[in-house]
């Protein structure tokens, strides 16, 4: 069993490793769909927003799809029938761009309208069942350790792959040519992903379906006695109205932060990811500062202070213009670096507020919710930069209201989240002066190294005579 552990973390981190460039490509509002639909292929603001929303809506549909799909198929099968089909319709929608009218005409929407349907719909179910699988193969016991090593390794992989997308995007000059080779070698990676995934082996193939711990009660539960206990749970109402009112908001706009690089700012493609780079670089640098202050003052406090001081700096983005770029990086690093304290602060909050007897009926409740108004955000967003334009508004002025919505928003989003309660919680005010600490602000700027050697000398040891 050790041996066969250790072949299953390996190559489970060989497919995280090759599937993130096609994992980037996927995101939505990411900068080579945003230059490809909006610029090559001159795609409205509206059906801009009505692709990349494809994501949002099928992760919610999945919930409707994916349990009976489970019982026809264990979670190692489904996984990679999946991937494979997740991989063919990046494969038919590659082929089919050099045939589609470079023009915002009803075949160009449908051809993207399909192709990514597809692919959202199985990379939808990929991710439901990659989860569902990796319960069985990696121990609880190494869960924290093994993942967060190799989300480390999988931030490299992503910057790497960026750094490539700046690259082939500068030297090919935007051509159609530079979209066709980066999805080509994010699928010839992919290949390698699914490869690695099908070598790895589920042990103990007899236990598999069994309940995890902390869900006999739920299994003794049915729906509707499960619902009763969501709803009752105020506390939990608040927090699932939180992350649906956020996801709605973060999305109305959010996507647009390309168009508006390459539209009214005028910057390539190269540029602006190279720009963008500095967001997993901030991640990265900040998660294990975060990590600490999430386990000593708890997850909404820790919430409150990343969500208000990074929608902050989003306000930036409305006096941002041609004379004064360099604030980009300054935002994109802010963003990054906020975003990955609040997003860990999500999820842990997520899992510490769902009721044991209802765990993962409130979980899909949360994800659904949440991905239904993300799925509603962007084609709404869209229409009404669309709209705008067509009145006469000036663009620039249009982009700049737009960009403070979400700030103002997360004040009303703060406000909810503070009136759920979490058990051994700190103050607000005790992260702020945590923060004001030396050594947790170098260690949130990933320079921890530097204070170590400050404070402490190493002493060796005394020479003799």
């Given amino acids: 069993m050790p041996t066969l552990l250790r072949h299953n973390l390996r190559y489970c981190s060989l497919d995280g490793i090759a599937a993130m460039p096609i994992a980037v490509l996927g995101q939505p509002g990411n900068v080579v769909l945003a230059s490809l639909l909006s610029g090559l292929f001159g795609l409205s603001p509206a059906h801009y927003g ?53 023009a915002d005409t009803p075949l160009t929407l449908g051809v993207f309208f399909v192709g990514f349907s597809i692919i959202s719909f199985a990379g939808a179910v990929n991710g439901v069942t990659w989860n569902a699988w990796m319960q069985d193969v990696v121990p609880q016991r190494l869960r924290g350790k093994y993942f967060g090593m190799r989300n480390q390794v999988l931030q490299v992989s992503m910057i790497v792959f960026l750094l490539s997308v700046s690259g082939l995007t500068a030297l090919l000059q935007g051509s159609l040519g530079a979209y066709m080779l980066l999805f080509g070698l994010a699928l010839g990676v992919r290949v390698l992903s699914i490869f690695a995934m099908q070598r790895m082996a589920t042990p103990g193939e007899a236990t598999v ?108 983005w409305c006096v941002i213009d041609q004379t004064n770029l360099w604030l980009l990086y300054l935002v994109a690093a802010a963003a990054g670096m906020f975003s990955a304290g609040y997003g860990v602060g999500l999820f842990a909050l997520m899992l510490k507020l769902m009721p044991p007897s209802a765990r993962t009926l409130g979980v899909a409740l949360f994800i ?65 002066g945590a923060m004001r600490n030396v050594r947790t602000v170098t260690a949130l700027f990933g320079l921890s190294f530097l204070v170590n050697q400050v404070f402490y000398r190493k002493v060796g040891r005394r020479r003799r005579g």
């Fill in 50 to 102: 009505l692709i990349i929303s494809l994501p949002f809506w099928f992760n919610f549909l999945q919930v409707l799809v994916t349990p009976r799909l489970s019982q026809q198929m264990d979670a190692r099968r489904l996984c990679i029938v999946t991937a494979w089909l997740h991989f063919s319709g990046w494969a038919l929608l590659t082929a089919a761009l050099p045939f589609i009218p470079r």
């Fill in 209 to 316: 379906g069994v309940a995890s711990p902390g869900l006999g009660a739920q299994s003794r539960l049915g729906w509707a006695e499960q619902l009763q206990v969501l709803w009752a749970d105020k506390g939990l109402m608040r927090f699932i109205g939180f992350g649906a009112l956020m996801a709605f908001f973060v999305n109305l706009f959010g996507p647009f932060y390309p168009i508006f690089m390459y539209e009214e700012l005028g910057l390539s493609v190269a540029r602006a990811n190279w720009i963008l780079l500095f967001i997993p670089v901030g991640a990265a640098a900040s998660f294990p500062a975060w990590g600490r202050l999430l386990d000593r003052y708890g997850n909404i406090p820790v919430m409150i202070v990343t969500l208000g001081l990074g929608q902050l700096f989003s306000l930036i």
């Fill in 368 to 432: 659904s919710l949440s991905s239904l108004a993300a799925a509603a955000a962007p084609p709404l967003g869209g229409y009404l930069i669309t709209w705008a334009k067509d009145y006469g508004f000036d663009a620039l002025a249009i982009y700049r209201m737009a960009f403070a919505v979400s700030p103002i928003a997360s004040i009303f989003g703060i406000l909810i989240l503070r009136r759920v309660r979490e058990e051994n919680a700190a103050r607000v005010g005790e992260v702020v």
